[in-house]
Nanobody
Framework: QVQLVESGGGLVQAGGSLRLSCAAS????????MGWYRQAPGNQRELVAG???????NYADSAKGRFTISRDNGKNMVYLQMNSLKPEDTAVYYC?????????????WGQGTQVTVSS
C-alpha cells in the first residue's frame, strides 16, 4: 500500500512563507512525476507546481516567482517552498505523485494540508 503524507501547512500572515513537505511510503518501485495541487472552498482543484524525476518543473501562473517545488528522490519526498504568500493562496494543498509498485504507474493523492493566509 502506498501513502502520501503532507505536512507544513498552517496559518501565516500575508507576505509570509511556508514550506510544505510530502513523504511517499509503502511499496514503491519508482516515482515519476510529483506535484502540488490546491483547492479553495467553492473552487476546483488546480495544479500549483509539478516536477519530474529528472527535475524539470512547471508552475501555475499564480505561483511563478513566489513558489518553488523540489524533490529528494532518495527520500521519496517533494517540497513546496511558498514565499510572499497572499490571502488568495488560502486553500487545502494536496500532494500528488505517479507511483509504480512494480506495475504501471498510477496517481496517488495525500490527504491534504490546510494553508491559511491572513490579510
Amino acid at each position: 500500500q502506498v501513502q502520501l503524507v503532507e505536512s507544513g501547512g498552517g496559518l501565516v500572515q500575508a507576505g509570509g512563507s511556508l514550506r510544505l513537505s510530502c513523504a511517499a511510503s509503502g511499496k514503491i518501485f519508482s516515482i515519476s512525476r510529483m506535484g502540488w495541487y490546491r483547492q479553495a472552498p467553492g473552487n476546483q482543484r488546480e495544479l500549483v507546481a509539478g516536477i519530474t524525476n529528472g527535475g524539470s518543473t512547471n508552475y501555475a501562473d499564480s505561483a511563478k516567482g513566489r513558489f518553488t517545488i523540489s524533490r529528494d528522490n532518495g527520500k521519496n519526498m517533494v517540497y513546496l517552498q511558498m514565499n510572499s504568500l497572499k490571502p488568495e493562496d488560502t486553500a487545502v494543498y494536496y500532494c500528488n505523485a505517479d507511483i509504480s509498485s512494480g506495475y504501471a504507474p498510477r496517481p496517488y493523492w495525500g490527504q491534504g494540508t490546510q494553508v491559511t493566509v491572513s490579510s
